[in-house]
């Protein structure tokens, strides 16, 4: 857990006074994965590196699990915290192997134990651990070094992780497959993850929660359905967009929709159908898209095992006025 | 020419170890320099108010001519009954190599990729693990380039110290001077030259080397 107590940062240059993070509180659950979101200069970057006191804090303090980090020493505290940023800030001068090794040789595991870590690490990135072991970054391409820097932040499994736009330096293609590969893994791990980013569709994505800033304030946090159905401000408004009632739509999916329809299965379902299809697991977004394409507005819904199981209508969507995820999982 | 070669084959014994001199004179000065000027340029990349000072001083003490550094040497070193010969001649060429070897370190310092530091401070590691495992491997081959261009600084100057009684193939051209022996000041100045050259080719590829080790990202 992570807790923000009065936080507040104010930098002085002269006589002027800039005050870059104002007096935030909050607190991150467990287990959770945060994203800090924001225009540049919101102050998100700020607040997170003061957890790790990259930055010193002008007054208020910070708790990683339940602990002052200003009681704790430095130098230990930046151990037990993974740091990913956005340009790797992988070694040059070091192999791929040695780069992940940096803080368990600097905790003191013996070779053996290094050695497991390093094959358990790139195996749960998908790379060869044998093929990559000796090589040096620049052999490697964006994406690869990119993985490579969250496995060095995780090799010696942290509790707690700071990413800073981990994946903002990635072609789109890539980042959707290295966000989709990093909520697998996060499944598994349960970190306690602050992650900064500037693009709302990444953050209800990955947020479990979204904490949005501008000026150094904190405008609102909550639940990505939080911030996309009340939207406390104007500023959260503008941010998250006017298609936000769209963006809502990717946090469900046809499963969920399906739940809301009365006896979906004897439901107009009709077995030589020829008509578009939609995965069971597609969000509603993407499955609105195939909708309105589709002649009458009908598509067949499959199961995981490719067996039609009903005919969706556009005009399904209508169940969804004022319903959250929350309920869903409810009726679920 | 014929002359010159005349001359290197009644001599070489003499001039190999006058060259040997040479290196000596020239390698235990850029060594100390090596010593004193990689922590020095450490220690400034890490206090930014010093840097503009220290590198002024050490522009300064290049720009001064060799001769007259010499000079200066005898008064200071005749204190301690070592006016002339060996010490005054490796003091100066110390002062020489400062420049280019705490500059060089300053800057390669400085230059190391900020994302890198960034990684490096955020992990956890202290400033001296920081600049043994990261900044200094990083910096080598441009701190390399700087101890080259020392060493050959120095080979040249080196030439002049026998003016104070510090051997090496200065001693050729010194004397040839003073007996008006054109022949015996080729040959010196010739041997110099190559020595300069072949040692900065050599400086070169071991340059080469380390910046292909530590290749960037």
Redo the contacts between chains.
Sequence with gaps: MIEFKNVTKVYESGNKKVTAVNDINFQVEQGEICVFLGPSGCGKTTLLRMVNRLIPITSGGIEVEGKDIHSMDMIKLRRSIGYVIQHNGLFPNMTIEENINVVPKMLGWDQSKMKKRFVDLMDMMGLDAGQFQKRYPYELSGGQQQRIGIARALAADPPVMLMDEPFGALDPVIRDHLQNEFLKIQREMKKTILFVSHDIDEAIKLGDKIAIFDTGKLMQIGTPDEILSTPKNDFVRDFVGDDRTLKRLTLLNVRDLMVLIDGFKKNRLNHDWHGPVISINENLKSALAVLLTAPNGEACVVDDHHRKIGVLHVSDFSLLTEVHPKDISIVR | MLEIIDFVSNNWSEMLGMTLEHIQLVGLAVGIAIFTGVPFGIYISQRESLAELVLAVAGIIMTIPSIALFGIMIPIFSLINQGIGFLPAIVALILYSQLPIIRNTYIAIKNV?P??R?????????TF?RLV??EL??AAPVIMAGVRMAIVLTIGIGAIAAYIGAGGLGGYIARGISTSYAVMIQTGAIAVSILAISVDLLLGRLQKKLSR?????
Excluded: E
């Excluded at chain 2, 960034?118 to 202290?126: F, K, L, N």
């Excluded at chain 2, 080790?213 to 990202?217: D, I, M, N, P, T």
């Design positions: 990729d994302n890198v960034d990684a490096a401070i955020g992990m956890g590691m202290t693990q495992k990261v491997p990083l080790k530590s290749a960037r990202a």
